[in-house]
C-alpha cells in the first residue's frame, strides 16, 4: 500500500478560473499562443458563414456532407456514462411492471363488470321487445 499523496493539477491553479480565456471570452497571450493550431481546410470551409444563396451546388453539397460527417462522429464517439445506462434499464424494469399492474387491475375490473353488461344488455333486450 502506498501511503504518499500526490497532486497532478497546476501549481496555484484555482478552481474554476480559466488559464487561458479571459470572463469576457476573449483569449489572454497564453490562451492565443495555445491555440496556434490551425482548423483543417475542410472545417474552415464549412463553417465559413457564407450563406446558402452565395454558393454553387458543389459547395452546397460539400458543407452538407461535412456538417453530416460531424453530426455523426459526435454520435458515434459520445458515451453514455455508467449513470445513465443504470437510470435507463431501471426505468425500462419499472415501466414494464408498471404497466403489467395496470393491465391486470384494468382487465380484471372490465372482465368483472362483463356479466353486468351481459344482463343489462339481456334485460334491455327484453324490455325492448316488450315481452315483460
Given at each position: ?21 479571459n470572463k469576457d471570452g476573449s483569449l489572454t497571450p497564453a490562451g492565443r499562443k ?53 437510470v435507463t434499464g431501471v426505468l425500462a424494469v419499472v415501466g414494464t411492471e408498471l ?34
Open positions: 500500500m502506498n501511503d504518499n499523496l500526490q497532486h497532478h493539477g497546476i501549481k496555484g491553479q484555482k478552481w474554476g478560473v480559466r488559464r487561458f480565456q495555445r491555440q496556434k493550431t490551425q482548423a483543417h481546410e475542410d472545417y474552415t470551409r464549412a463553417h465559413s458563414g457564407k450563406s446558402v444563396k452565395e454558393m454553387s451546388d458543389k459547395e452546397l453539397r460539400d458543407v452538407n456532407n461535412r456538417l453530416n460527417m460531424e453530426r455523426q462522429y459526435a454520435q458515434m464517439t459520445t458515451k453514455k456514462g455508467i449513470g445513465s445506462k443504470f404497466a403489467k399492474e395496470y393491465v391486470k387491475k384494468y382487465a380484471k375490473a372490465g372482465i368483472e363488470k362483463v356479466p353486468e353488461m351481459v344482463g343489462n344488455a339481456a334485460a334491455n333486450y327484453v324490455i325492448k321487445k316488450g315481452k315483460i
